[in-house]
């Protein structure tokens, strides 16, 4: 077994082909990573376990925003959690909240028991609940196997402080995968403070669209997004940061 884990976030196959060809051990794969990722199709899924050997955990988010969900919401969450059963997901990478910030342990709970035997993450949620530490005993009565994290920061070198807690509190009984702004340079300083081994990255680079025709005036997405920059993984990201672990976690 590795001493490190490595999982790249993509939304794309040539994404999911850059992370296994960079080293990865795992994909969480979404939709729509610009926003910070949503629930993807299931096309998407078969090409990227088609095209690649690498685990494939996925993110359930039904929205973009917060994790207080509605019946719908929730509804939804729970058809996708069987659909990825069905289709040979590893994981499902999952998270909601009650209004007063709580972890929302009783619908997760039912999320869970439908996952059956795939893997069960705890996304970014976590770094917007308002305790983590009991957060984090919460995802491990649930029987959940990570939690993904900045240590409640956008930037895990931030949260650094409290991802060290996090890890020694965790004791083995849940892998701490740490995110945000993750890439060589800051694993070489988060992993000795932290003694955290599992990194969660995407590794971006801008790619140029193919198209050469641009209209201007007629934007269909937000608001001053450019919408001919494509972001993808880079495989050579990827694979400079799987050398760091490697280097840092020999014995």
Not at 204 to 215: H, I, L, P
Request: glycine share 10%; proline share 3%; hydrophobic share 40%.
């Amino acid at each position: 077994m590795k001493p490190y884990c490595l999982e790249v976030c993509a939304d794309s196959v040539e994404s999911a082909l850059e992370a296994q060809k960079g080293g990865a051990d795992r994909i969480e794969l979404c939709g729509n990573l610009v926003i910070g990722g949503v629930s993807p199709g299931r096309a998407l899924f078969r090409l990227v376990k088609k095209y690649t050997d690498l685990e494939v955990r996925v993110l359930l988010r039904p929205r973009y925003g917060d994790y207080c969900y509605n019946d719908y919401e929730f509804e939804q969450l729970k058809e996708e959690v069987e659909l990825y059963r069905e289709l040979g997901a590893d994981g499902v990478v999952i998270g909601m909240l009650r209004p007063d910030g709580a972890l929302d342990v009783e619908r997760m709970r039912e999320l869970v028991s439908l996952a059956g035997h795939m893997d069960v993450a705890l996304h970014r949620a976590f770094d917007i609940c308002k305790d983590p530490f009991e957060a984090l005993e919460e995802a491990v009565s649930l029987g959940m196997k990570t939690i993904l994290t900045g240590g409640q920061e956008v930037v895990a070198w931030e949260g650094r402080e409290i991802l060290a807690k996090l890890q020694k509190k965790s004791a083995g009984r849940i892998q701490i995968l740490a995110g945000g702004g993750i890439g060589e340079d800051v694993i070489r300083k988060l992993l000795p403070v932290t003694e955290i081994t599992s990194y969660h990255m995407s590794g971006k680079r801008r790619v140029d669209s193919a198209m050469k025709y641009r209209r201007d005036g007629a934007s269909m997405g937000q608001p001053g997004q450019d919408e001919f920059a494509l972001w993808r993984t880079d495989g050579e990201k990827v694979a400079a940061t799987v050398d760091a672990l490697k280097e840092l976690t020999q014995h």
